[in-house]
């Protein structure tokens, strides 16, 4: 009887397994290929989870990276065997091909402080993908200067989720000294938000911090961010609107990346989904104005990558890409993306001629000139 058990359970895996690739070949859509279109790397997954860290047996996904002296780092959200999210680093000199040996664990919260439980806080109607034990998720970084700045969303698991900031010297981040500063909580007590980044560089003489999309591009300007110590916070807007004048992004979740400044505005990369299709996010680009980057000058009218292979479907959660990392490496695009919720992938475009179609083929294009270069 046990043998029949076996070969029953057997075939109902393989039956999943067919069933799952089909679904997949399902979802795949041939379309003619633009130069709009982010190409993926053939070794995709680049990043995986691995049975012999404790800290990442179960995840690696949703990657932050920055470019310094040829070499690209990467820091991603990890879940382990207790269901906690911590950070884990990785670095390449091609983009594409990740030392294993140079993983580890980069950053976790030591004491809980910044998730620390409030038993006067309401519940907050919020899941994470793959881990429950709380933790520190979805890390945005930036590099301003010699200051390597990260902000990431503080989850306790239980009741309380807010963005948290930190900040390292490009030293000790380069040479893998894990000496990160005390982070302070820069989102008010009670409220839910997420996808917050921060300039690679001042505007008009002042730190800015990007942390509302939709309804409208909110923006607020520090003389330092050290004016964010855990008492004074960022009052934001995370409504995000269903907007049904809009198709494939009708319902816009956030932005990914840090912006990344071009000759023609800063490039944003974001994720959104259609809502007559909520189980499917796309990832989409813009361009906003460099003095003024509340104002939109183009943004694309189709995807510009969609959940179309097994590594972006087989996971915690199906059909889900997230990118919170992109690079330029010579005169390529290096979009870094989570795969749903379990790994990390990355494709890529000629930046140049990913931001003519961009212009070229924008929505926006009629109302807006080319910019003089």
């Not at 919020?126 to 989850?155: H, K, N, Q």
């Not at 309380?160 to 893998?176: K, Q």
Request: with cysteine; charged share 30%; hydrophobic share 35%.
């Amino acid at each position: 009887m046990a043998v029949f058990k076996k070969i029953k359970k057997i075939k109902e895996r393989i039956l999943k397994s067919v069933k799952r690739k089909t679904a997949t070949k399902k979802i795949a859509v041939r379309k003619k290929l633009t130069a709009l279109d982010l190409r993926r790397s053939t070794k995709n997954p680049i990043i995986e989870p691995e049975s012999k860290n404790y800290w990442e047996s179960k995840a690696a996904f949703n990657p932050s990276a920055i470019y310094h002296n040829g070499k690209i780092h990467v820091i991603y959200r990890a879940i382990g065997d207790t269901d906690i999210s911590v950070l884990g680093y990785a670095r390449s000199d091609d983009g594409f091909s990740f030392d294993t040996k140079l993983k580890e664990m980069a950053y976790y919260i030591k004491d809980r402080k910044a998730v620390k439980k409030d038993p006067a806080t309401k519940l907050q109607n919020y899941s994470s993908g793959g881990g429950w034990g709380g933790g520190c998720e979805d890390p945005r970084l930036t590099l301003l200067g010699d200051e390597v700045y990260m902000i990431y969303t503080a989850f306790d698991g239980w009741g309380s989720l807010r963005m948290a900031l930190t900040s390292i010297s490009l030293e000790d981040f380069i040479n893998r000294r894990w000496d990160w500063k005390e982070p302070v909580l820069i989102s008010p007590p009670g409220e839910i938000h997420k996808n917050w980044v921060i300039f690679p560089e001042k505007i008009n003489g002042k730190y800015a911090v990007l942390h509302s999309f939709s309804p409208k591009i909110l923006i607020d300007y520090f003389d330092s961010l050290d004016e964010l110590d855990g008492k004074k916070f960022i009052k934001s807007n995370n409504t995000r609107p269903i907007d049904k004048t809009r198709t494939w992004d009708s319902w816009f979740r956030g932005v990914g990346p840090a912006p990344i400044k071009t000759k023609y505005g800063w490039l944003i990369i974001y994720h959104a989904m259609d809502h007559r299709s909520p189980d499917r996010y796309r990832i989409g680009a813009m361009l906003l104005d460099l003095k003024n980057p509340t104002k939109v000058l183009y943004r694309s009218s189709q995807p510009i990558l969609e959940p179309d292979k097994w590594y972006e479907n087989e996971g915690y959660k199906s059909g889900v890409i997230y990118s919170c990392g992109a690079v330029v490496k010579g005169k390529d695009l290096f979009v870094y993306y989570g795969g749903a919720d379990k790994v990390t992938c990355v494709a890529t475009a000629p930046l140049d001629k990913f931001l003519e179609e961009l212009m070229h083929s924008s929505e926006a294009k009629l109302k807006h000139k080319k910019p003089r270069i």
